[in-house]
């Protein structure tokens, strides 16, 4: 991630804003995350050595929720390397001659063609009508497209085995998060890690209330999302806007359980009731998001863009380099761009949609079987005074 950054931001002359923009949909900004989540968790590692040493229950537990919350960003972040639909190509052909790749030019472009032949401009670009025309014209060669594209193509290629290679030491390090959750399950004993999760329902439903939000509002709301101007895809953002909602009330239910104790028969019907409403709402959330996570990848294999639609999302995603983008009719906007680079990174946020309703689904299960074992628990408790 370190090396990553300093070639595609240090030596760019963009700005932070310009420089970043294209990394929310290719691989590039889930390397950064990844690296800098992993850091996060390795450090937390040595920090609990000391605690596990003391056996000091409480700062293990701590460190246990500590996991429990970072590993979902891991998962998702990990996920989103393995490039399926081919993200990487579209950022390579259309930032080819930003200074980001100015590292990979000076690397796989003959030497002295860095920028020069191995930067001709898609189609020619403004002034000429095909790519050997511009060639011709500055170079007196056509060898530029044959230079570039087999420049590109090493590139791609190598930033495919890096990004690949990064996804499966990521699941590596998941598996090994996994034995650490059992392994702390262990020493801390389960009985008393059962007991921390029905005091921290509410903190246990943050994490997937605060972030269905969030997401469902990026999806709807924010210009990034390509997915609103469509006309199914846009209903992504609104399921997951009410899978908040449910997770909302799951919450509350669980604060009503986590912070009132049983005194009495009332008190017992009372939470007997909060329970059936927690499972239920769960039950309804659960079945949204595995809705959402089945839609998801249906519509990632229909997308079907017009070319109104193509000329927009393309001058919002590469307004410095499209052409034509003031023009009147959105067909007509940047040609550089074709329709199967604009259906890639819909794609891609198609397929970023899914892992986060897949994420989202295991929170619910997962808090539906504690809910289910709540209920069970409370139908056999006794009370009685004398």
Avoid at 85 to 98: E, G, L
Avoid at 161 to 189: D, H, K, Q
Avoid at 211 to 218: D, E, K, P, Q, S
Wanted: aromatic content about 14%; glycine content about 6%.
């Amino acid at each position: 991630a370190a090396w990553l950054a300093t070639v595609l931001f240090w030596i760019s002359g963009e700005g932070a804003t310009g420089s970043f923009s294209p990394h929310l949909w290719n691989c590039n900004g889930a390397v950064f995350s990844v690296g800098l989540v992993g850091a996060t968790i390795m450090i937390g590692c040595f920090c609990t050595v000391r605690i596990i040493k003391e056996v000091d229950l409480v700062g293990a537990i701590r460190y246990l929720w500590f996991i429990l919350w970072i590993s979902p960003v891991e998962i998702f972040f990990n996920i989103t390397l393995f490039d399926y639909h081919r993200v990487t190509q579209v950022w390579v052909v259309h930032w080819w001659s930003s200074d980001q790749l100015s590292w990979f030019r000076n690397k796989f472009c003959p030497q002295g063609t860095a920028d020069s032949l191995c930067v001709v401009p898609i189609d020619g670009g403004v002034n000429y009508d095909s790519e050997d025309a511009y060639c011709e014209a500055r170079y007196g060669t056509t060898d530029c497209t044959a230079i570039r594209d087999e420049a590109q193509h090493d590139t791609i290629f190598w930033l495919l085995i890096f990004y690949t290679s990064l996804a499966a030491w990521g699941c590596i390090f998941m598996f090994l998060l996994l034995l650490v959750v059992n392994t702390l399950e262990r020493i801390i004993s389960k009985p008393i890690v059962q007991k921390s999760r029905e005091t921290n329902v509410p903190g246990w439903l943050t994490f997937p209330t605060v972030f269905t939000a969030l997401v469902g509002a990026i999806y709807t709301f924010s210009p990034s999302s390509f997915l609103r101007g469509l006309e199914e895809q846009k209903w992504v953002g609104i399921l997951y806007m009410i899978s908040s909602g449910l997770f909302l009330v799951a919450l509350l239910m669980g604060w009503f359980l986590s912070a009132f104790s049983i005194r009495s028969n009332v008190d017992k019907r009372n939470k007997s009731t909060a329970v059936i409403i927690f499972i239920g709402v769960l039950a309804v959330n659960a079945l949204a998001l595995a809705t959402l996570f089945v839609a998801s990848i249906i519509w990632s294999t229909r997308v079907d863009l017009n070319q109104g639609q193509r000329g927009e999302i393309a001058c919002f995603v590469d307004d410095s380099d499209c052409t034509n983008c003031d023009a009147l009719l959105s067909k007509n906007k940047c040609p550089e761009w074709n329709v199967n680079d604009v259906t890639s990174i819909v794609r891609a946020q198609l397929k970023q949609s899914a892992t986060l309703a897949a994420i989202f689904l295991l929170y619910a299960v997962n808090v539906m079987s504690y809910g289910i074992n709540l209920r069970r628990h409370l139908s056999m408790y006794q009370i009685d005074y004398v």
